[in-house]
């Protein structure tokens, strides 16, 4: 609508400039004469102001039924006053010079390109939902009786069973029953690389299964997907206010009352010195140019297109406040793991007694654990995968038992494995062979959990098992510190693991052993000590403390709660993402700053000048130097905003990893061994 009547208002103004005496007096030039050409300006500008005008006229008499002046007041007040002075000066009534219908005209084009640049950009990030919309597919190919029906998604149901084909997009969240394949998860995470899904697996409404066909049981459909979640926010982003837009609104009230005491006090001065004519011209102008559109667009425009490109870059505010606290904090509490960590168990370290290779001991203890489905289990078997000589040994087991906390015991090629932990060779006496002894000291004095490998009675060797540091950990921390904002950490890992963790990544400060009803205790001793705290977590745990917090950050990867709880969710689980916030903080703020002064100082300024307060020196703005002004300081609010676009929120750039960084990293397991 804006840009139609835009267009239209643009075209129409061209001859009412042309044709206007004031403007053919300041470019030097004959006016066009021919009969009724007198006539141009006033009959195009009436309809301008029709046409073009309603908008504001409409808005400005909402603002003033409601007894809250502000921006659509004063420009329904401008074109009005200038609409009425110009059809008494082309009447002639008396007297007054008051031709207005080049400034009527270009006034109103100017507010309704103003307000079409504001509904490109708030288009612009309402896109963004649109583009999320458009990842979720019109169709599935529901699995029924071992046959395939292809189906509307909106008659999925939870436990339905779908296929998703290589190349296709997921149509709900679910898990894979069956299959494994790569999965394209930019468009939520902002992650580049394709990500691993095995059986058992989550997957994400509109992600993309690149190289193999897959089976999913649906559990979220419609309303209830990650991807309809993250609308929500997106959306709730853009319709949530800020401090800095509440004082946009107040500075246009303010500048209401401004311009209208001006303009009394200017037409009161002027007939006192005995200048009617003046007075009214005088009073005109400050009127018509006291206009505040750049003010009105100086806010919206940075909020809409700061909430585009933070979608864009995988993260989605929910609180317009946080992302505005952000720049302000002065230390970054994370959560250990799933945080700075994987919360995924690994093979970090294998010893093998004397006669055993490293291949055949890992080959042996994956067998044994082929069974089990404990998180430790799967890394050994991960590991033994890994393993050029352990991947080529066959061997399968036959017998496999596990006992809770103590480890599993199975048969291989004939002789019994048990792989266990220090519960299991107290419960058969056995005793640490003296060359692996140092090895595994040292595993467990950084905190590691150790698994034993016992064949027949014998202990033949031993691996360690870690959680994984997140290669994006340490660049992450060691950017934050750059920046001058201190790291902490929080976990409920013994004092031991805590430590080591925090000492491998250069935390500042290590909250460790610390239950989770008692997170957000340390949030508020952290606060207690004048600090502006943002909490970092992806578990239920991690609820309280989000709230807690100046800003509570959930990982996207992390449960409901923690996101429901947090006034910014990350898309994907990379801790640097926390310095995309910052600089989308900061660089926010300036322009919203930025804005507010131009836009504001333009009509501190002009108005007095308008008003005539330096005509004892020879010196009065003029009604067309004072709309030229007003345009120009639209134009470059609007302008200093789309500079946001520029900013780099790419956390790769942010805080780049080393290339050691970029091979996973152990750290202490916080678990105990199976």
């Known amino acids: 609508m804006f840009r139609d009547r835009f267009w239209w208002s643009l075209i129409l103004s061209i001859p009412v400039v042309i044709f206007s005496p004031m403007v053919a007096h300041l470019l030097g030039y004959d006016l066009p004469a021919f009969p009724g050409s007198t006539w141009i300006p006033p009959v195009l500008g009436t309809i301008i102001f029709v046409y073009g005008g309603t908008p504001f006229l409409k808005g400005g008499w909402k603002e003033l039924e409601s007894r809250q002046p502000g921006m659509m007041l004063l420009i329904a007040m401008a074109i009005t006053v200038a609409f009425v002075a110009s059809w008494v000066t ?9 031709d207005f219908w080049w400034e009527l005209a270009l006034l109103v084009t100017i507010m309704l390109l103003g307000h079409w640049l504001e509904m490109s950009a708030l288009g612009a990030a309402s896109s963004a939902l649109d583009a999320l919309a458009a990842l979720l597919p019109d169709e599935a190919e529901k699995v029924i009786d071992g046959t395939t029906r292809t189906v509307a998604i909106s008659e999925l149901v939870v436990d339905d069973v779908v296929l998703v084909r290589a190349g296709a997009r997921v149509p709900a969240d679910g898990t894979i029953l069956d299959g494994a394949a790569e999965f394209d998860e930019a468009m939520i995470t902002g992650e580049s690389r394709p990500v691993f899904r095995d059986t058992g697996d989550k997957v994400v409404a509109g992600t993309v299964a690149t190289d193999n066909t897959v089976r999913i049981r649906v559990e979220a459909t419609g309303g209830d997907t990650a991807l309809a979640g993250i609308q929500r926010m997106v959306a709730d982003a853009q319709e949530s206010s800020s401090r800095a837009q509440a004082l946009a609104d107040r500075a246009a009230a303010l500048l209401f009352w401004f ?11 002027w007939t006192i010195i ?23 667009l100086a806010i919206p425009l940075v909020i809409a297109i700061s909430s585009e490109r933070a979608a864009k870059s995988g993260v989605l505010i929910k609180d317009r406040m946080a992302l505005e606290r952000m720049r302000t904090i002065d230390v970054v509490l994370f959560d250990k793991t799933g945080t700075l960590t994987e919360g995924a168990h690994a093979v970090t370290g294998v010893a093998a007694a004397v006669g055993v290779t490293e291949g055949e001991l890992l080959a042996l203890a994956a067998a044994a654990e082929a069974d089990s489905e404990h998180p430790v289990a799967r890394a050994i078997v991960a590991a033994a995968a890994a393993h050029p000589e352990a991947s080529r040994r066959q061997i399968r087991a036959t017998g496999f038992s596990a006992a809770s906390g103590r480890g599993v015991r199975a048969t291989v090629d004939g002789a019994e494995i048990l792989v266990g932990g220090p519960n299991m060779l107290r419960e058969f006496n056995l005793t640490t ?20 490998i016992v064949r027949d009675g014998q202990i033949i060797g031993a691996v360690a098992v870690e959680d994984k540091i997140r290669p994006e950990s340490r660049a992450a921390v060691k950017a934050l510190q ?25 935390i500042d400060e290590v909250f460790a052993e610390v239950l989770p009803q008692d997170k957000d205790t340390k949030v508020t001793q952290l606060q207690d000590r004048g600090l502006s705290v943002a909490m970092v977590g992806d578990g239920v745990n991690d609820a309280p403390a989000l709230t807690r917090a100046d800003v509570g950050i959930a990982i996207g990867a992390g449960t409901d709660v923690a996101m429901e709880s947090a006034g910014v969710v990350l898309a994907s689980d990379d801790p640097r993402a926390v310095l995309s916030m910052i600089e989308l ?49 639209t134009i470059v609010v609007a302008l200093n905003a789309q500079l946001l676009r520029r900013i780099d929120l790419d956390p790769a750039h942010l805080a780049p990893t080393s290339p050691k960084e970029e091979h996973t990293t152990p750290t202490p397991a916080s678990t105990a061994v199976h």
């Open 433 to 452: 062979p003296a060359e692996l002894t140092d090895t595994t000291s040292a595993w467990t004095g950084r905190g590691a959990g150790v698994l034993h």
């Open 482 to 506: 750059d920046r001058g904002v201190k790291v902490a950490m929080i976990t409920g890992d013994a004092q031991q693991v805590a430590h080591a963790v925090g000492q491998d990544l250069g």
């Open 274 to 296: 005995g200048s009617p004519d003046d007075a009214v011209v005088r009073t005109v102008t400050v009127l018509v140019i006291a206009c505040p559109h750049a003010l009105g």
């Open 90 to 98: 082309t009447l002639g009534l008396g007297g007054f010079e008051l």
């Open 585 to 633: 903080s900061q660089a926010s703020y300036r322009k919203m700053i930025q804005n507010l002064i131009w836009a504001s100082g333009y009509n501190i300024l002009a108005v007095p000048l308008a008003a005539g307060m330096l005509a004892s020196i020879g010196f009065v703005l003029s009604p067309a130097v004072g709309a030229i002004l007003m345009s120009a300081s």
């Open 259 to 269: 311009a209208l005491i001006s303009a009394l006090i200017t037409a009161v001065v």
